[in-house]
């Protein structure tokens, strides 16, 4: 008898060890589900919940800064150069790195840190001066079709989401069962 109930125990410990694997290992998959779900929904606070801004900020910077310094010539102006770059990076990155920069950057399949572009069907121009603006809410266009991730693992902290232009989505794990969006690499052009 006490042999089938250590068997019993046994059995128990592996299959509960298996259903923690198994759904440790599946985690990821279920961040992106939920980063998507809410990047469809607009949902700000949806998408902050997912994403690690502190960490994707510096990620963004140092990219942003070596990109500059491997651009640089070896003259006197360049050295300046850097130094304004330094001094712009931090509001710049403040300002492209939010829920919204991460909700377009998932929603259209590229990983970049470039100025959003203007939608098709808005005006570049202003309105006539004789005529009172017409403030209408922003059209939201969604993209023609949904873009397509490869997901990989980078050992048990980290998983990367490859985008279709190339960049990555690289999360961090933040408990045995969640993922926060911690970094960005660039594609390389």
């Known amino acids: 008898m006490p042999m089938n109930r250590t068997r019993l125990l046994t059995a128990g410990a592996v299959g509960t060890l298996l259903v923690v694997a198994a759904t440790s290992f599946a985690s990821p998959w279920w961040t992106l589900n939920r980063l998507r779900a809410a990047v469809e929904r607009h949902d700000a606070e949806g998408v902050s919940a997912e994403v690690d801004f502190p960490a994707l900020r510096d990620s963004v910077k140092s990219q942003l800064l070596g990109s500059i310094a491997r651009g640089a010539d070896t003259n006197a102006f360049a050295a300046i150069g ?108």
């Open 82 to 189: 850097q130094a304004f770059a330094r001094a712009v990076a931090d509001p710049l990155v403040d300002a492209i790195v939010s829920p919204a920069g991460v909700a377009a950057m998932v929603e259209h399949g590229k990983v970049s840190i470039a100025k959003p572009t203007r939608d098709a069907g808005t005006p570049d121009t202003e309105p006539p001066r004789d005529k009172p603006p017409q403030h209408k809410p922003p059209q939201h266009k969604p993209p023609q079709h949904k873009p397509h991730y490869a997901l990989h693992y980078r050992g048990w902290r980290h998983f990367a989401v490859t985008a279709e232009d190339g960049g990555s989505f690289v999360f961090r794990r933040a408990g045995l069962w969640s993922w926060k969006l911690a970094g960005i690499e660039l594609p390389r052009n």
